[in-house]
C-alpha cells in the first residue's frame, strides 16, 4: 500500500462526499424549515439520475457539447425540483401539523409510488448515461490514473457549498429560511408568506436531490433501488451532521466519504456497517448530531393509547375471534392456513411495535431488526447446532431479546426523530451483516431447510401451533399494557417532567420496553422462518419495517387490537391484489398516505369513534 | 431542622447570568414565596431546586441532606413534590389514573407486569381528590378538564408523593381571581395539617401577599429581599425593581377583577 494508492482512495472518499453532501444537502435543508424527514428525497434523487441519463443523451444528439451536457444536468435536476414543488402542494402541506411517525409514512407512501412510476416511464432496465464531453481522458496523480470526471465532482461539493452559503446569508429566502429553521413559531408569527416558503424550499430541495442523482449518470446507471441505498446514506449525513445544519452536513459526509474510502480496505465488504456504526457512535455522544440543536417534543398523547371505558361485551368478542380461530382448520384449507397463520404471526410482529410506538411513544423505524433477529437466531441455531424447532424459537428470541437490550441501551438516550433514524441505522446495520456475512447467513440467498419439528409439521399443525403462542404472546403483552408498567411507559410519552417529578425513571422503563418489544417481535420472526422454511435479508429491510408501521397505521395506532386488524386487513389486500396487478407498490402507496390524509386513526379507531359518535 | 436550605446557587446561560448568589432557606410548614419581574431567575432557581437543572455552583440541602446534583426522582423519593408553570399531566389517563400513577411510583410498583394499574391505589386517590374537590370528576379524562381544574390534578399528583417539600411554578397562573384564593387556601390549609413547606412563584401579587409568610425577591437572578410581605412592600428597592408597575405591590383589596 503505497502513498499514491492512498492518495487515490482519499480522492474517491471526495468524490463521495461531494455527491453525497448535494443531496444530503436539500434533505437537511427541507427538514429544517418543514421539519418533515422526508424519506422521498432518495427517490427524487433516483428521479434526477433517471431523468438525466434519459434526457441528456437526447440533448448531445442535438449538440454535442461540454455546454449541452451541464445544461442538461441542470434542466434535470429543475425538473426533480418542480416535482417537489408538486409534492409539497399536494401532499407535505397537508401533513406539516402531524405527529412524525404519519410524516415519515406518507413520505415512505411516495417511495412506493415513485417506484412503480419510475418502472412504468423509464422501463424496467437500468440506463446507463454519457461520458461527459472534455472530461473521457483520466489525469495522471502520482503515477495513477483518475478519472477526470471525479475531480469535477470533487470541486462540485463545495461549490454547491458556496452557492447555498450565499443564498442563506445573502438572500431574503435565505433569512426566512434561517429563521424558519431556529424559529417555527417566531416565523408564524412574524405575517410572511408561509407556505411560498415551504414550497420554495422543498423546490431548492428537490432540486439538490435531482442534481445529486443526475451528477451520477457518467458513473453509475440509473437503476431501480438507488433511491433506498441513497436516502439511507443522506440520513445518516444529515443525522449526524446535525438535522437542519448545512455546514453539520458538509462536514459529516466528508467524515463518511473517508470512511468508505478508507473502510473498503479494513472490512472489504461492510462499509455500509462502518458508516453506520458511526452515526451509533455520533448519536451516543452528542444526541444531536455535530451541530444540530435539541428538538422540542410535545406532549404526544394524541397519538397513542388512552385509558376508556371497557366494553362489557369485549370478553365475549374475544372469545368469539379465538373460537373463529381455532375451528378454522376444520373450514379452511392449506391455503387458507397458511395465509392465516403468516397473519397472525404478522399481526404479534405489529403488535410488539405498538407497545413501543402506541404507548411508549417511542417511533421506531428499524423494527424489522428484531423480527429478523428472531428468525435468522432459530434458523442458525438449527443449522449450525442442530438444535430442533422447541429450542430454536426461544432461541431467536434470546437473540432478538439481546439485540434490542444493545441497540435500546442506546436508543433510549434519543428522541423525536433522531430516535427514529437510529433504530433506522441499526437494523440496516444488522442488514448490512445478514447480507455481506456469507459464510454464516448465506448471504443474499440466506438459509433454507428451516422446517418446524415432526409433530407440528403439515399446515393444520403448524397453524395450530402458531395460534397457540401467538395468543399467548399478544395476551401477555396486553397485560403488560394494562399493568403498571404499561401506565409508566404512557405517562413518560405524556409528560417527561411530570414523570420524572413522581419518581419514574424514564429511560430505565423505556428500555425494558424495547427488550421486550424486540423479544416479541424476535418470536414473531421466529415463526415466520418456520412458517416458510427459509430465511433471507429481506426479512431485515426498510420495506418490512414499513410493513409493521403500515399494519399499525391501517388498523389505528391509538387502539390495542388495532395492529392485529391492520395485520389481516393489509395481508388479506396484498394476497388479493398483488396477483391481479404489477402495481401493488403503487396502490399500497396511495393507501398509506390516503389514510394518513383522511383516516389518521386507522380501522379500529374510526370505528370507535364513529360509535362514540352514534352513543 | 431546616427543611430546605439552598447556599449561593449559580447559574449562567452561556453569558446571561441567571441565578447569582442565591442562598434561603425554609422551615416545615412554612410558605414561602418568590417574586421578580420576568426574566429576573425565579424559573432558574425553581428547577435547580426541583432536579430540572444543575446549577454551576452552590448546593442544595435537603433536612441537611445534599441534593444539589441528584436527580429528579431521587429527589422525589426524598420527599420533594412539584407542579409546573405549563400543568403537566397524564392526559392520556383518567383524573384517578394521573393520581394513582404517582402513588404506584411512590411504592415502587411502576416495573410489576400483572395486576392492572386501574386497580390499584383507586381509594386512596379518590380520597384525595375528595379533599381537592375533584371527586366528582375522578373518572373523566384528563384531557378534557379545564385548565384550571388541570393544575389541580397536578396538585393531586405532587400530595400523592407525601412530599415534605412542596414546590409549586405559577400555581395559579391561567386562572380565575376566585379559583387563585381558593387554590391557595387549600393549599395552605393541606400544607399546614401535614407540615409541607411550601416553596412558590407567582405573578399575582395578592396571591403572594395573601398566602406567603415571607417573600423573596429576585432582581437579574440576584437576591434584593426577603422578609415579610409588610417589610417587601414597604422595601425602596423592591418598589424600584417594579417600577411602572407601582400597583403590583399595593396591598390586596379582596378579590379583584382579573
Known sequence: ?615 | MTLLSVQKLAKSFGGVTAARDVSFSLERGEMLAIIGPNGAGKSTVFNMVGGQLRPDQGSVLLNGENITTAAPQKRFRLGVGRTFQVAQSFLSMSVAENVQMALVSCNRESAALWTPARHRYRDEACALLEQLGMASVADQPCSALAYGDVKRVELAIALAGQPKLLLMDEPTAGMAARERTELMDLTAQIADKKGIGILFTEHDMDVVFGHAERVIVLLRGRIIATGSPEEIRQNEEVRRAYLGDEHALERPKGVSPA
Open chain 1, 1 to 615: 500500500m503505497d502513498l499514491s494508492f492512498l492518495a487515490i482512495q482519499a480522492l474517491n472518499g471526495l468524490s463521495s462526499a461531494s455527491s453525497l453532501f448535494i443531496t444530503a444537502c436539500g434533505l437537511t435543508l427541507v427538514f429544517g424549515v418543514t421539519r418533515i424527514v422526508n424519506f422521498a428525497h432518495g427517490s427524487l434523487y433516483m428521479i434526477g439520475a433517471y431523468t438525466a441519463a434519459t434526457l441528456v443523451p437526447r440533448l448531445l444528439e442535438l449538440q454535442f457539447g461540454p455546454l449541452t451536457f451541464w445544461a442538461g444536468i441542470l434542466l434535470s435536476a429543475l425538473i426533480v425540483g418542480l416535482i417537489g414543488v408538486l409534492i409539497e402542494v399536494l401532499l407535505l402541506r397537508r401533513i406539516y401539523g402531524a405527529p412524525e411517525l404519519f410524516q415519515l409514512l406518507a413520505t415512505f407512501g411516495i417511495v412506493l409510488v415513485v417506484q412503480d412510476l419510475t418502472i412504468l416511464i423509464f422501463g424496467p432496465e437500468d440506463i446507463l448515461g454519457p461520458r461527459a464531453p472534455g472530461l473521457r481522458a483520466p489525469v495522471e496523480i502520482l503515477g495513477r490514473r483518475f478519472p477526470s470526471y471525479e475531480l469535477v465532482l470533487i470541486a462540485a461539493g463545495p461549490v454547491v457549498l458556496g452557492l447555498v452559503w450565499f443564498l442563506l446569508r445573502k438572500t431574503r429566502f435565505g433569512v426566512l429560511v434561517r429563521a424558519a429553521t431556529q424559529d417555527r413559531e417566531m416565523i408564524a408569527a412574524l405575517g410572511i408568506n408561509q407556505a411560498l416558503l415551504f414550497t420554495g424550499t422543498l423546490f431548492l430541495g428537490a432540486f439538490l436531490a435531482g442534481l445529486g442523482g443526475a451528477l451520477q449518470i457518467p458513473r453509475v446507471s440509473a437503476h431501480a433501488g438507488m433511491d433506498l441505498s441513497i436516502i439511507a446514506e443522506a440520513f445518516v449525513v444529515t443525522v449526524v451532521g446535525g438535522m437542519g445544519s448545512v455546514p453539520g452536513a458538509f462536514l459529516a459526509a466528508l467524515i463518511i466519504g473517508q470512511l468508505q474510502a478508507f473502510g473498503i480496505l479494513i472490512f472489504p465488504k461492510s462499509t455500509l456497517v462502518v458508516v453506520f456504526l458511526l452515526m451509533a457512535v455520533v448519536l451516543a455522544i452528542r444526541p444531536n448530531g455535530f451541530f444540530g440543536r435539541p428538538e422540542v417534543i410535545g406532549g404526544t398523547h394524541a397519538v397513542g393509547i388512552a385509558s376508556r371505558k371497557r366494553s362489557v361485551l369485549t370478553p365475549f368478542l374475544w372469545v368469539a375471534v379465538m373460537g373463529a380461530l381455532i375451528s378454522l382448520p376444520l373450514i379452511g384449507d392449506a391455503y387458507v392456513l397458511k395465509v392465516t397463520t403468516e397473519i397472525l404471526i404478522f399481526a404479534l410482529f405489529a403488535f410488539s411495535l405498538q407497545l413501543l410506538i402506541g404507548v411508549s411513544g417511542v417511533v421506531s423505524f428499524g423494527h424489522a431488526a428484531f423480527f429478523g433477529l428472531g428468525a435468522y437466531g432459530a434458523a442458525l441455531s438449527l443449522k449450525w447446532f442442530a438444535l430442533p424447532m422447541e429450542a430454536a424459537l426461544p432461541a431467536g428470541l434470546l437473540l432478538a431479546a439481546l439485540g434490542a437490550l444493545i441497540i435500546g441501551a442506546f436508543v433510549v438516550r434519543l428522541s423525536g426523530i433522531y430516535l427514529a433514524m437510529m433504530t433506522l441505522a441499526a437494523a440496516q446495520i444488522i442488514y448490512a451483516v445478514a447480507f455481506q456475512w456469507v459464510e454464516v447467513t448465506g448471504g443474499d440467498n440466506g438459509i433454507v431447510g428451516v422446517w418446524p419439528s415432526a409433530w407440528a409439521s403439515g399446515p393444520v399443525f403448524y397453524y395450530l401451533f402458531t395460534l397457540a403462542v401467538t395468543s399467548i404472546a399478544v395476551f401477555l403483552i396486553m397485560r403488560i399494557i394494562d399493568a403498571p408498567f404499561g401506565y409508566a411507559l404512557r405517562a413518560a410519552r405524556d409528560s417527561e417532567p411530570r414523570s420524572e417529578a413522581i419518581g419514574l425513571g424514564v429511560r430505565r422503563h423505556r428500555w425494558i420496553a424495547f427488550t421486550i418489544s424486540g423479544a416479541a417481535a424476535g418470536l414473531a420472526g421466529g415463526l415466520y422462518a418456520f412458517s416458510r422454511g427459509s430465511v433471507d435479508p429481506t426479512l431485515l429491510g426498510i420495506p418490512t419495517s414499513v410493513d409493521a408501521l403500515t399494519m399499525l397505521l391501517i388498523g389505528g395506532i391509538q387502539t390495542i387490537t388495532g395492529p392485529l386488524v391492520g395485520a389481516g386487513v393489509l395481508h388479506v389486500l396484498r394476497d388479493l391484489i398483488m396477483p391481479l396487478t404489477s402495481l401493488w407498490r403503487l396502490l399500497l402507496g396511495l393507501s398509506i398516505i390516503a389514510i394518513v390524509l383522511i383516516f389518521p386513526r386507522g380501522i379500529v379507531g374510526s370505528i370507535r369513534a364513529w360509535r362514540e359518535d352514534a352513543a
